[in-house]
């Protein structure tokens, strides 16, 4: 089995930052990609960041470009989120995700494991 547990979520004022994480446990990901989505009330899940295996292929919506930063830690089997001058639009509950496979795709489906999500709160 495995676990995915995201942190770092809360609420911060617009244009603040946070660091969302997420630690796998009961087997490593240093073969899978791992992915953020995100999901606001009403709306449907959406793609956020994604990131290869080896960290040296990422992808981003173009709602987050230029703002945030997804990272990770294969030692310490845990990926990150770094998010800047976050927007009130950005305001959601935030799931980690991970595959298998090493390639970092956008789609949801692609993904096998998912996280219970952290809750994201910008204020205007």
């Known amino acids: 089995q495995v676990q995915l547990v995201e942190s770092g979520g809360g609420l911060v004022q617009a244009g603040g930052s946070l660091r969302l994480s997420c630690a796998a446990s009961?087997?490593?990901?240093?073969?899978?990609?791992m992915g953020w989505f995100r999901q606001a009330p009403g709306k449907e899940r959406e793609f956020v960041a994604t990131i290869s295996w080896s960290a040296g292929s990422t992808d981003y919506a173009d709602s987050v470009k230029g703002r945030f930063t997804i990272s990770r830690d294969n030692a310490k089997n845990t990926a990150y989120l770094h998010m800047n001058r976050l927007k009130p639009e950005d305001t959601a509950v935030y799931y980690c995700?991970?595959?298998?496979?090493?390639?970092?795709?956008?789609?949801?489906?692609?993904?096998?494991?998912w996280g219970q999500g952290t809750q994201v709160t910008v204020s205007s």
């Open positions: 995700a991970a595959r298998v496979g090493s390639y970092p795709y956008r789609g949801s489906g692609a993904y096998d494991y």
């Open positions: 009961g087997r490593t990901f240093s073969s899978g990609a």
